[in-house]
């Protein structure tokens, strides 16, 4: 059973930093995608980021393009968001999301919201 384990949530200042986790386990496919969404209060949900675990290919929103980096550890199946330059507006509960389907991409579940699996969220408050 595929498990998401979000960290590094919490509160930090306009034009701060935070570097979520997300702890992957449980694939039995080789490939994968795993993506960071996030909600806002009284908003959508959106596709904040993903990356292919195949060739590292990647998606941002526009929003946070030049601020937030996504990468992997493949070693240890983990995935991180460092999100830099934190504006109010980043505030959200961010989630870890990941799917294993055959064919899948980054534009698929960032975009087009092929999801599998979610993690349960954590909390990111940017606020002075």
């Known amino acids: 059973q595929v498990q998401l384990v979000e960290s590094g949530g919490g509160l930090v200042q306009p034009g701060g930093s935070l570097r979520l986790s997300c702890a992957a386990s449980g694939f039995t496919e080789d490939y994968y995608v795993i993506g960071w969404f996030r909600q806002a209060p009284g908003k959508a949900r959106e596709g904040v980021s993903c990356?292919?675990?195949?060739?590292?290919?990647?998606y941002y929103e526009d929003s946070v393009k030049g601020r937030f980096t996504i990468s992997r550890d493949s070693a240890n199946n983990t995935v991180y968001l460092q999100m830099n330059s934190l504006k109010p507006e980043d505030t959200a509960v961010y989630y870890c999301?990941?799917?294993?389907?055959?064919?899948?991409?980054?534009?698929?579940?960032?975009?087009?919201?092929?999801?599998?699996?979610w993690g349960q969220g954590t909390q990111v408050t940017v606020s002075s």
């Open positions: 990356i292919s675990s195949s060739d590292g290919s990647t």
């Open positions: 999301t990941a799917d294993p389907s055959l064919g899948t991409t980054v534009q698929r579940m960032c975009v087009m919201f092929e999801i599998g699996y």
